[in-house]
């Protein structure tokens, strides 16, 4: 069974992203920004004592890679840590990607930092972990002492970007690519149809819909309806026979039923 990550309860009215917004297109693949609340984060990372970590995961799809990552951290600190022995790791499955001073003069204050990741940290299955190496006293200290925390807002976001690799027409990658189990995005998925589609074709897209939702599991699924036309990005499921065939789409001859 999948692990379902938490919803974030505080933004009930924000309508949740789905597989079918790219993000930003941008030349030879897309960008998008992942907030820590988009990634299950439902409350800031908070972090105690000498040496703790916490974080989140994410993952990215079979038809993609990852070419550019940068950090967007917000977070703040207590006053009581001595800067020149406490810092704040960035760690991307293990990597390290930066080591964050904890200067004085900012502990208290919310502070924002933007920090590059290599792509090559990056794999399909991720985690992205903040490492807090804290001392309030050069002489011995309490581990478990309230003076040695650090919280990271779940409004930091990761900003991703992708490039596709091709993919070949494979019957036996399904349900690629129209699901990937990688991607924890609601499922979007349209269907496409003739105008005026049989009853025995909405009962395959029904049985189809039904296999898709059972896939998509926690994060859900929508399958818009389009007659004739396909959407202007990203995958669709077309429904077609020798005697149903959606206007304007170029399909080969079928010769079945």
Not at 12 to 18: C, I, S
């Amino acid at each position: 069974a999948e692990k379902v990550p938490a919803a974030d309860e505080r933004r009930p009215f924000a309508r949740t992203p789905t597989t079918a917004e790219p993000g930003a297109l941008v030349s030879g693949g897309r960008r998008q920004a992942l907030t820590f609340a988009d990634l299950g984060a439902r409350d800031p990372l908070q972090l105690h004592g000498t040496d703790a970590q916490n974080g989140v995961a994410f993952s990215v799809r079979s038809d993609e890679v990852v070419t550019g990552a940068v950090l967007h951290l917000v977070y703040s600190y207590s006053p009581a840590l001595l800067p020149d022995l406490s810092q704040l790791k960035v760690l991307v499955n293990g990597e390290v990607a930066a080591t964050l001073p904890l200067p004085q003069d900012q502990a208290g204050m919310t502070v924002a930092r933007d920090v590059p990741i290599d792509p090559r940290f990056v794999t399909e299955y991720n985690h992205l972990n903040l490492q807090l190496i804290g001392h309030y006293t050069r002489r011995c200290e309490n581990p478990a002492s309230s003076s040695l925390w650090a919280t990271v807002s779940n409004a930091s976001r990761l900003d991703l970007r992708y490039a596709s690799l091709p993919v070949r027409p494979d019957l036996g990658a399904l349900p690629a690519p129209f699901f990937d189990r990688r991607d924890v995005r609601r499922l979007e998925l349209p269907f496409v149809f003739a105008s005026g589609p049989s009853r025995d074709t909405l009962e395959a897209a029904g049985i189809a819909a039904s296999w898709f939702g059972a896939l998509a599991a926690y994060r859900g699924a929508l399958f818009p309806a389009r007659i004739g036309s396909l959407p202007g990005s990203g995958n669709a499921v077309v429904f077609a026979t020798a005697d149903e065939r959606p206007d304007g789409l170029p399909l080969p001859a079928i010769d079945g039923p």
